[in-house]
């Protein structure tokens, strides 16, 4: 919205500034910052009087969960709210992938909310069955790739661009859409299930986004992705500015998210944020690079799923416990200590999955 301010400009003045992506980027990340810490302590309270007894505790999770009885959920609503202001007040509202990614992260919150509403108003942990959110999931990712690819350069329709691989493209055809609904709604859920502990999930998050972001504006930049040697996407690089939002609004939950949490972001926050990612990594042609930056997310799933599989198997247990996080807790490691490691993890994952721009 501000960005036609520009149009005030004679080239030479202070309205000329918000024709830059990162000027604006900034902006938006210092408005969702602030608008998380103005607005999280009286959100915080209404949640809590709402909500009552707060998140259901699961009955076969570690002991150290029982302490956390009455935090309230849904804590994802300061992050959407402050993400979705802030971008929608910094980037411009023609860009077609801008819509694309917020539509996305707004359906799944929704999808989210109704299923933390379902659990705190049921005081379970079952919430909406999961066949459903996934149906769901996939008629929302699905056309949201069809957008995607229709929009992007004749030579890239379809296509799966592969890192390191210099102009390598795999034509997928039709099959691109599924493909494209299978790494938004993996993400959602890969995001989802590593919302395990205080902090756990909001900085890999913000951490992948703001890798995201760097990848979005250079492939948005000819002169970028000719030096770089990847394939350049037009309109990608406004990306940058959602992606400062999200980590501003993700640094604002944090501040309340932190052992001891004072709100749990809940099925509305990480659904909305997996989601986000997943959009973003097919609109900027990089969804392997996404298996990459979120390596802590695909790490989280693949546990659930060995640990499904083999006790299906076997009737006995790879893990501890599963998701991998609670398996370090039932091995004796302290909360934060889980939680500081894994973000170290996602840092160092995602500088990989940076550096995939120029190993060519």
């Known amino acids: 919205m501000l960005y036609w301010l520009a149009q005030l400009s004679d080239g030479g003045d202070f309205f000329n500034l918000f024709r830059y992506i990162t000027f604006r980027a900034g902006g938006a990340f210092f408005t969702a910052l602030l608008f998380g810490f103005l607005f999280g302590r009286p959100l915080i309270n209404v949640l809590r009087k709402k909500q009552g007894k707060g998140q259901p ?3 076969d999770g570690p002991s150290s969960h029982f302490e956390k009885a009455g935090t309230p959920t849904m804590g994802g609503l300061l992050i959407l709210i402050s993400l ?10 023609d860009n077609i992938f801008i819509w694309i990614v917020i539509l ?11 299923d933390d ?3 705190v108003s049921k005081q379970n942990t079952k919430g909406i069955p999961g066949r459903i959110r996934l149906l769901l999931g996939f008629i929302i990712s699905g056309i949201a790739a069809y957008f995607a690819a229709i929009n992007h350069p004749e030579a890239l329709q379809y296509k799966l661009a592969l890192p390191v691989f210099k102009d390598t493209l795999l034509h997928l055809g039709v099959l691109f859409i599924p493909f494209s609904m299978i790494v938004v709604v993996g993400a959602a859920n890969s995001v989802n299930l590593t919302d395990g502990l205080d902090g756990l999930a909001i900085m890999p998050v913000m951490i992948a986004a703001l890798a995201l972001g760097v990848i979005a504006y250079a492939v948005g930049r000819v002169d970028f992705t000719n030096y770089l040697d990847v394939h350049y996407v037009p309109g990608t690089g406004e990306l940058l500015i959602f992606c400062s939002a999200l980590f501003g609004g993700g640094l604002g939950f944090l501040w309340y998210n932190a052992p001891p949490a004072a709100v749990f972001m809940g099925d509305t926050g ?8 997943g959009s973003i ?7 392997i690079v996404l298996a990459i930056v979120g390596g802590l997310f695909v790490v989280e799933a693949l546990s659930v799923i060995i640990q499904v599989a083999y006790f299906k198997a076997t009737g006995r247990r790879v893990f501890l416990m599963a998701p991998i996080h609670h398996h370090f807790e039932k091995k004796g490691w302290a909360e934060p200590q889980i939680v500081i490691r894994f973000w170290i993890i996602s840092l160092i994952l995602a500088m ?7 190993v060519r």
């Open 57 to 59: 505790i699961r009955d």
């Open 84 to 93: 979705l202001f802030a971008t929608c007040l910094w980037a411009r509202l």
């Open 104 to 114: 996305v992260t707004l359906s799944f919150g929704m999808i989210g909310f109704a």
């Open 117 to 119: 509403y379902s659990k």
């Open 270 to 277: 990480a659904l909305s944020l997996g989601g986000a990612l």
């Open 281 to 287: 990594a097919v609109v900027t042609k990089h969804e």
């Open 352 to 358: 990989i999955g940076l550096a995939t721009l120029k």
